[in-house]
């Protein structure tokens, strides 16, 4: 069954489309809905609850195996150990993207976002990428923030406007994009070069990482380059949506200089 579900303040997650039931779900991914995770019970096993597995699988759904505990803080109806949350947008292809940016003779401009899985900072990054001019901005199949209603009403409505691509793997995301002619710069303090020196008036792919961890190891040995904020301060980093304008609007600027 669907609803809407609002779990109030403190610690408790934003309010979300939520699904219970394992034929509810079922029937919503056949329906070609999507679904930004869907948490399993994890000590319980049966036919039907393997198939919905499967076929999340097969539609490339983020899966959690969790104690009924937390299903039951989501929902204490009839959830059969499967509780689904349906996401705010609808997810693009890269490929599509990509291929018709060249035959229309644009410069695609792409946005790689690495493990940043708080729902605001996601907001506030996709309004500021929407309003910069990026095409796309890339999230992980697992480790990425919910985009439900929280991270809409953060972005000022920048995520009806600019199209997300979820893909199950970002490494093979940025051989794709690489591949497809476009460089590749993850925005690290463990560059040596600033981004100010890089030209961005190319084909171009971002790679912006959490405040946390960072960008991946696995992405920062490929990517083309490797480029830092110059930072003059007694704190040493900046947060990753006001870092991540600071690079996007100093492509703005060199497309602008460039025209």
């Known amino acids: 069954m669907y609803k809407k579900f609002n779990r109030g303040r403190g610690k408790k ?11 509810p779900i ?8 999507e679904i930004d995770k869907l948490y399993i019970q994890r000590d319980i096993k049966n036919d039907h609850l393997k ?17 009924l505990e937390k299903l039951n803080k989501f929902t204490l109806k009839a959830h059969q150990g499967a509780v689904a949350f349906l996401s705010s947008i609808t997810y693009a292809s890269l ?6 940016l060249f035959a229309e003779g644009k410069t695609p401009f792409i946005l790689i976002l690495d493990q940043i899985t708080d729902v605001r ?14 095409n796309a901005i890339v999230i992980p199949h697992k480790g990425a923030a919910q985009i439900g209603p929280d991270a809409l009403k953060t ?3 920048a995520l009806n406007h600019i199209q997300v691509c979820r893909e199950v793997s970002l490494k093979d995301t940025v051989r794709y994009l690489q591949d497809s002619g476009l460089q590749v710069i993850a925005c690290t303090e463990k560059a040596e070069e600033d981004i100010y020196k890089i030209d961005y008036t190319i084909p171009t792919a971002i790679i912006m990482g959490s405040e946390e961890t960072g960008i991946s190891n696995d992405l920062i040995r490929i990517a083309d380059e490797l480029a830092k904020i110059p930072m003059s301060g007694k704190v040493s980093s900046l947060n990753v949506s006001v870092a991540t304008g600071t690079v996007l609007f100093e492509a703005v600027r060199q497309k602008i200089k460039a025209s």
């Open 13 to 23: 997650p934003e309010s979300s489309a939520l699904i219970y039931g394992i034929n």
């Open 26 to 33: 079922a029937e919503a991914l056949e329906a070609g809905k």
């Open 51 to 67: 198939s919905l597995v499967n076929m999340a699988n097969d539609n490339n759904v983020p899966i959690a195996k969790v104690p």
């Open 95 to 100: 490929d599509n993207i990509i291929t018709n």
């Open 121 to 134: 900072n996601f907001g506030a990054i996709s309004r500021t990428a929407e309003c910069a001019g990026v």
């Open 155 to 157: 972005s000022a409505g």
